[in-house]
């Protein structure tokens, strides 16, 4: 019933793959390591938000840039165009709406059409 | 634009008073302190997400009790009597709709009806 990140997180290592945490109210949490610089893209009608278990990264904008440390978090509201970067493995949680598609408003090879369940 | 999660929780100390983190579609991130027992109660339509940040508690069903620890998550779903007991003060994000209110279908001394925003 109750879930625990660190065995959550440790039962996959593909990067840029959010496993599906959780559903609740239509929005999921969801589970993510980042390695690498990902695509652009914006989400249409999607505000997402990321919150840093383990690691850091940095949340690009066009304007500007934000590190992101274990314990912080940020809301990209829909229709922004952003990309995470993170130098080392970084582990990410997200909570956003079950319609969420990781790489918004583009496709590409780290398009996952259909999030796997995290084993909890 | 990003929030630091333990610079938040140490900017209040209030207990069983929600703060709001963060908006998004429709749904709120808030950071609350729980110490001693809670008030039985459900939400007739919301599902709600605790997640420990600091320290550990039990949350507290009418079949059964589940412990939470730092770093560990559970949903409780609509329509399900809970109630929080914490021994130690503890510290929790509860991901939900913005609609939410802390006692659910019950009003007593502890129901806030319109949380503060968390300082950031």
Excluded at 7 to 20: D, G, K, L, T, Y
Excluded at 61 to 87: C, N, Q, S, T, Y
Excluded at 95 to 113: H, K, W, Y
């Amino acid at each position: 019933m109750k879930t625990n990140l660190t065995q959550a997180f440790a039962s996959f290592s593909e990067h840029w793959s959010p496993r599906i945490a959780a559903d609740l109210n239509g929005q999921q949490l969801k589970l993510v390591k980042f390695q690498g610089a990902f695509d652009w893209h914006f989400h249409e009608h999607e505000d997402e938000l990321f919150l840093v278990h383990r690691g850091s990264f940095t949340m690009e904008f066009r304007d500007k840039r934000v590190e992101l440390h274990a314990g912080e978090f940020l809301v990209v509201p829909r229709g922004i165009e952003h990309r995470p970067v993170a130098e080392h493995e970084v582990e990410v949680l997200l909570f956003e709406p079950a319609s969420t598609l990781n790489t918004g408003n583009i496709t590409s090879a780290r398009t996952v059409p259909a999030p796997k369940r995290v084993a909890t």
